[in-house]
Every structure is written in C-alpha cells, then in structure tokens.
Nanobody, 115 residues
Framework: QVQLVESGGGLVQPGGSLRLSCAAS????????MGWHRQAPGKERELVAT???????NVVASVEGRFTISRDSAKNTVYLQMNSLKPEDTAVYYC?????????WGQGTQVTVSS
C-alpha cells in the first residue's frame, strides 16, 4: 500500500503562485509514475502533470509554461509549482501514484484563484 499526503493549497490572486507538495509513504518502491490531477466544480477530474521514477516529466497543454512538476526521490516527495495562476485553475488537486497493481490517490488539496 501507498499513502499520499498533499499540502500547499490555498487562496491566491490571479497571476500568483503556489507550490503543492505530495509526500508518499508505505511501499513506495512499487511506484512507477507520480502525478497530479485536478477537479474543478461541476467538471470531471483531469490529468495535470506526471513524472516517472526516471525523472521524465510532462504537463498538459492547458498549463504548459505555467506549471512544473518535479520530485525529490530521497524524500519520496513530488511537487507542483504553479505560476501565473488563473481563475480557471481553481480546483481540488489530487496527488497520484501509479503502480503495477493500481493507482493510489491522495485526499486532495483545494486551490482557489480569486481576487
């Protein structure tokens, strides 16, 4: 089993920045890919960014150039640096860990972009 705990969400003005953190614990050796998803009010959950154990990082087109995913393998922690935030980035952000046997989800952290 893998446990994921997110932190770093909050309220920020448009154009501002936030950094989300996700600490993994438990059987972390089974993790192959970690990532971030988000779910805005009234919308389906969507993928935002992924990073492999080898460090190959990708973000979706809607956040490219503004969001960066990174990891600290020694700390089993993944980060999502979010810059130039827009109101449409408002959502609950979930950390995920993909393993051979399935996908693990964190409890989510709220990000609200509003003036």
């Amino acid at each position: 089993q893998v446990q994921l705990v997110e932190s770093g969400g909050g309220l920020v003005q448009p154009g501002g920045s936030l950094r989300l953190s996700c600490a993994a614990s438990g059987s972390t050796e089974i993790i192959r890919v970690m990532g971030w998803h988000r779910q805005a009010p009234g919308k389906e959950r969507e993928l935002v960014a992924t990073i492999t154990t080898g460090g190959n990082a990708n973000v979706v087109a809607s956040v490219e150039g503004r969001f960066t995913i990174s990891r600290d393998s020694a700390k089993n922690t993944v980060y999502l640096q979010m810059n130039s935030l827009k109101p449409e980035d408002t959502a609950v952000y979930y950390c995920t860990a993909s393993a051979i046997l399935g996908i693990y989800w964190g409890q989510g952290t709220q990000v609200t972009v509003s003036s």
